[in-house]
């Protein structure tokens, strides 16, 4: 039995760059949406397995494939070759200041879908690492009511000011700050020693206010959720879910 056996596999389309692009999706479960969008090197099984997590919490998960080989496990290899990948791809906005990843928009259109289907105050987005920010991309858009950023890690922290980067252009981030100011909370979660995040929570809270949510933890860990899981984190994540969606 391999682990993406009990989702129902799909796709969407929708333009990216102004093309239309099709990617493929993973869907489980009942209740409010959330769409997971997964880390490099793909959808790994601790990907999956924190989807599952959402799921068993009452929620209709769906979890693009963007990049990387469904349920292949990460490691130093794969992570290599899906960094090389990914570079080369027009979608994903990597060193380039305000600006935001064309992929926003195919991310936009697969939660207003989301959003239409099910109802509700609305759905759910939570990236992480490479598409941690794509949930504040997402939600410029009001189909998103609870966005979730794990160790947003884009642009590339190589230099200070892209390490204080958010990944918006200039219109999305005032679009987010409206929407936050209007009570649309953003909750992140990083370590706190951890350098690919750089200095964006600091930026976030300048922006945002009270309204971005900080969760942090000791170390030099990095995936919150998943392979540097802490359950504290996922607690945080799933009550922020359930306030926002279906309390």
């Known amino acids: 039995m391999t682990l ?13 760059a102004g093309r239309p692009t099709t990617f493929p999706t993973y869907r489980k479960g ?32 769906v979890m693009p494939s963007l990049f990387g080989t469904p349920e292949r496990p990460a490691g130093a290899g794969s992570v290599v070759r899906t960094i090389g990948q990914v570079c080369v791809r027009r979608e994903f906005t990597k060193l380039a200041r305000r600006q935001t990843s064309p992929i926003a928009d195919w991310l936009r259109s697969l939660a207003r879908s989301l959003h239409e289907e099910l109802g509700g105050p609305g759905v759910g987005a939570l990236g992480m690492c490479f598409t941690g920010g794509f949930a504040l991309a997402m939600m410029v858009d ?3 009511a ?42 992140g979660l990083r370590y706190r020693d951890d350098k690919a995040v750089g200095t964006r929570f600091e930026t976030l809270t300048r922006e945002l206010g009270d309204n ?5 933890f000791p170390g030099k860990g990095h995936s919150t959720v998943t392979e540097h899981r802490q359950q504290e984190g996922v607690d945080r994540v799933l009550a922020f879910l359930q306030e926002k969606l279906a309390g």
């Open 212 to 216: 971005f949510l900080r969760v942090e």
């Open 146 to 187: 609870a966005p979730v950023l794990c160790q947003p890690s884009l642009p590339f922290a190589v230099t200070p000011s892209r390490a204080a980067d958010l990944n918006l252009s200039p219109a999305d981030l005032d679009r987010v700050r409206s929407r936050a100011a209007a009570g649309c909370e953003v909750l």
């Open 30 to 61: 009942t209740g409010p949406g959330v769409v997971v969008v997964h880390e490099i090197p793909g959808l790994t099984p601790a990907v999956i397995g924190f989807g599952e997590e959402v799921v068993a919490a009452g929620f209709t998960v």
């Open 142 to 144: 009001d189909a998103v």
């Open 4 to 16: 993406l056996e009990t989702w129902t596999r799909g796709e969407h389309t929708a333009p990216v």
